[in-house]
Structures are given as C-alpha cells and as structure tokens.
C-alpha cells in the first residue's frame, strides 16, 4: 500500500464545500470518486482542511493510500483526463507512511479577494466579494495586523468547526494591501477555526465602514465573543493559497 501526497486546485463556486456529504457534490466526493475508479477498492483522502461552499483552493493538499502501482506523475495525468475542468491536479510524489495531509501540516496561507471598482467583470465575481461602497482603507490596514500572534480567536470562529479542545491559534502575519482594483488580505498562521477568515475580513470591513476602530480588535479577542466581531465575509472571495510541512 503506497502513501501518496497530492497538491489539487479547485473553483470551489459550484461544490457543496470540500467534504463528502449526503445528496452534494463536493471536492472530496469528486476527487475519492475519480480515485476509486483507478484504484479498485474505495479510497478515502484527506485534506489539509476544509473549504466552505464556494471557497477555492490554490494549493490544497491531500493525502491517501493507493493500491495501484501506477507512477504518481502518469496518475496526475489520468485524473486530470476524467476530473471536472473546476479540479487539477497540480502535482503528485510519494510521501512517508507517516504523512497526513491534515496531521503534518504546520502551517496555512489564505487570501481573501475584495474588489472595490465600481463595475466588477462577470468572470471575475467568481473569484472576488465586490464592494464598491465607501471604506476606509487605512484603517483596515492599521487592524490586519492586529490579529497577529497567539490568541484565542473564539470571537472569530463559527458554529460547526471541530475545535473541540482548543480555540487558540498562532498567526504569523495577516496583512491588507491595495492590488489595483482589488484589496487583498493575506493571512498565514498555524491553522484556522471555522469560518475565521472569513470572519476577520467582515470585522476587517466594519472597521472600513467605521463600525467598529482598529483597536477593538484587542477587545474583540478579549471578549470571546462572537457577537463582537463583524459578519461573515461572503465565501466567494477566499482562497487557499498554501499548505506548508
């Protein structure tokens, strides 16, 4: 039985998130589906984590088990023949018996895509939360960096996560800068809660809309409370940029 580490890509607008649930077609689903085919017997992957509906992945990584002594760059190639355009494999190698794409990961890279022209292009809303209201930008900047460093981010998670022991997480940078049109927030820590990131962009937009100052965003940590941050950001505009091991 070998163990095999795969790197994927996906357009995540039209799966139902990326783990296999009943009556949805999700990422998971599609990509075990297109394995098994290959492989004979049922396989099961795993994957760095789990994206939202309409989340997408740069670099997902996943990892499983294949029975199948087919080379892993000729099996990059044969699923990439009968997958869905919205998935690629990006790449695929041999890993150690040991590795886990979820367990071995130690840390994540996310980016969320907010267009602030006035008209957003239709083959860009896929890919970006458009907002062309009033904000204000330098505040948002004076916060991003605020959710840096070792908290409890109860405030920022959701309903429906796994954090079943803890809520503390170490983030190693979180930025916002201007990318032409857009405003892109890059964050990159040792993992997330449920819905975090999203939920640090929607406080990150009501400190722009002047609902909130960039320093609450010390009290909203303090507070645990999930009424004190801002709403949840739409899942259109995030992506996983990178998983590192």
């Known amino acids: 039985m070998r163990n095999l580490k795969m790197t994927l890509a996906y357009d995540g607008t039209l799966f139902h998130g990326w783990q296999v649930q009943p009556d949805q077609i999700t990422v998971q689903g599609t990509v075990q589906s297109v394995l098994t085919e290959i492989d004979g017997p049922p396989v099961l992957v795993h994957g760095s984590g789990r994206t939202d509906a309409g989340v997408h992945a740069l670099g997902q990584v996943v990892s499983f088990n294949l029975n199948n002594p087919i080379p892993a760059e000729n099996l990059s190639r044969a699923m990439n023949h009968v997958l869905p355009d919205s998935i690629r494999v990006l790449h695929a190698a041999e890993a150690a018996p040991d590795f886990h794409a979820r367990r ?8 969320y895509r ?9 083959f860009l809303s896929r890919y970006v939360y458009p907002h062309p209201y009033p904000l204000n930008e330098d505040s948002m900047k004076q916060a991003a960096p605020l959710f840096a460093g070792t908290h409890d981010f109860c405030s920022l998670g959701a309903a429906g996560g796994e954090e079943k022991q803890t809520t503390v997480r170490t983030i190693y940078s979180s930025q916002l800068q201007r990318d032409g049109d857009c405003l892109v927030y890059r964050v990159r820590g040792t993992g997330f809660l449920y819905r975090m990131v999203r939920n640090i962009v929607g406080t990150l937009l009501d400190v722009g809309r002047g609902n909130l100052k960039p320093e609450d965003v010390g009290q909203i940590l303090k507070s645990k409370q999930r009424s004190e941050a801002g709403p949840t950001a739409p899942p259109r505009g995030l992506f996983l940029v990178e998983v590192e091991y």
């Not at 071995?104 to 980016?111: C, D, L, P, Q, R």
């Not at 907010?114 to 239709?122: N, S, T």
């Open 114 to 122: 907010i267009w602030r022209g006035e008209i957003c292009a239709p």
């Open 104 to 111: 071995s990961a130690v840390a994540k890279t996310y980016e």
